[in-house]
């Protein structure tokens, strides 16, 4: 009865009924590496009340649950990569595991939502239903949450870009006042090889070219230190 009513592939994920049967079909997780490609996995439900699944000798509703909990572990530990993630590529690599798995819990919950209107006596269906859209809510929390993290991030990056530029155009506008102020003194003296007596020439050499290199080395210490200060990052958590 079912078997006229299903192709070579298992389709999408949904619930189909005849002659009291009642046949699930969901997909498994989504593989990393090809997450368009699903694993179609069958649950079917017969009239007395009984389930059997495929790849599991079970009769009862256990098989569905545990696929459904199969799910809810997956998005428990996308939620663990979430709370640590602080970088952009972090949220972005989450929001690109979560798109795959929002896709089969939405599904999955629509067609779990199909089959309790198909078997409105089952129960414990009821209950693997709403774990089912628990799985949605969930993931799509992620999602949302991801996003906003991952504008947060962009946001504070173009901050800092923003603050680091500031501080370069300080430094350098400085550095352009005082070379502005030493260039003509210094264009002039190489121009006309202006070499002063200063009294220094003979004595206790080479004592003066140090004290001269000293003091210029503080000099430029002092210049450095009148630089504006690059301001620290701002704790992003």
Same mark, same amino acid.
């Given at each position: 009865?079912?078997?006229?009513?299903?192709?070579?592939?298992?389709?999408?994920?949904?619930?189909?009924?005849?002659?009291?049967?009642?046949?699930?079909?969901?997909?498994?997780?989504?593989?990393?590496?090809?997450?368009?490609?699903?694993?179609?996995?069958?649950?079917?439900?017969?009239?007395?009340?009984?389930?059997?699944?495929?790849?599991?000798?079970?009769?009862?509703?256990?098989?569905?649950?545990?696929?459904?909990?199969?799910?809810?572990?997956?998005?428990?530990?996308?939620?663990?990569?979430? *709370?640590?993630?602080? &970088? %952009?590529?972090?949220?972005? =690599? +989450?929001?690109? !595991? #979560?798109?795959?798995? /929002? $896709?089969?819990?939405?599904?999955?919950?629509?067609?779990?939502?199909?089959?309790?209107?198909?078997?409105?006596?089952?129960?414990?269906?009821?209950?693997?239903?709403?774990?089912?859209?628990?799985?949605?809510?969930?993931?799509?929390?992620? *999602?949302?949450?991801? &996003? %906003?993290?991952?504008?947060? =991030? +962009?946001?504070? !990056? #173009?901050?800092?870009? /923003? $603050?680091?530029?500031?501080?370069?155009?300080?430094?350098?506008?400085?550095?352009?006042?005082?070379?502005?102020?030493?260039?003509?003194?210094?264009?002039?003296?190489?121009?006309?090889?202006?070499?002063?007596?200063?009294?220094?020439?003979?004595?206790?050499?080479?004592?003066?070219?140090?004290?001269? =290199?000293?003091?210029?080395?503080?000099?430029?210490? /002092?210049?450095?230190?009148?630089?504006?200060?690059?301001?620290?990052?701002?704790?992003?958590?």
């Amino acid at each position: 009865m079912f078997r006229e009513r299903l192709g070579a592939r298992a389709g999408r994920q949904r619930a189909m009924a005849a002659d009291g049967h009642l046949l699930v079909i969901l997909h498994g997780l989504p593989h990393p590496d090809a997450p368009d490609q699903n694993e179609a996995r069958l649950f079917w439900r017969r009239p007395d009340g009984g389930w059997r699944a495929q790849g599991s000798g079970a009769t009862a509703i256990a098989p569905l649950r545990a696929h459904v909990e199969e799910l809810a572990t997956a998005i428990d530990a996308l939620e663990g990569r979430a *709370a640590k993630a602080q &970088r %952009a590529r972090d949220w972005f =690599a +989450i929001m690109h !595991a #979560a798109a795959p798995l /929002a $896709r089969v819990a939405r599904a999955q919950s629509a067609a779990l939502q199909e089959a309790r209107e198909l078997a409105k006596g089952d129960r414990d269906l009821i209950t693997v239903r709403d774990a089912a859209q628990d799985n949605e809510r969930s993931v799509e929390l992620i *999602a949302g949450h991801a &996003r %906003a993290g991952l504008d947060y =991030a +962009i946001a504070a !990056a #173009a901050e800092d870009n /923003a $603050r680091q530029t500031e501080h370069v155009v300080a430094s350098q506008h400085r550095l352009n006042r005082i070379a502005a102020t030493f260039l003509p003194i210094g264009a002039v003296g190489s121009l006309l090889g202006v070499n002063l007596r200063h009294g220094l020439e003979g004595w206790q050499a080479p004592y003066p070219f140090w004290i001269v =290199a000293a003091v210029a080395l503080l000099v430029g210490l /002092a210049v450095r230190a009148s630089l504006p200060e690059r301001k620290p990052d701002d704790d992003r958590g």
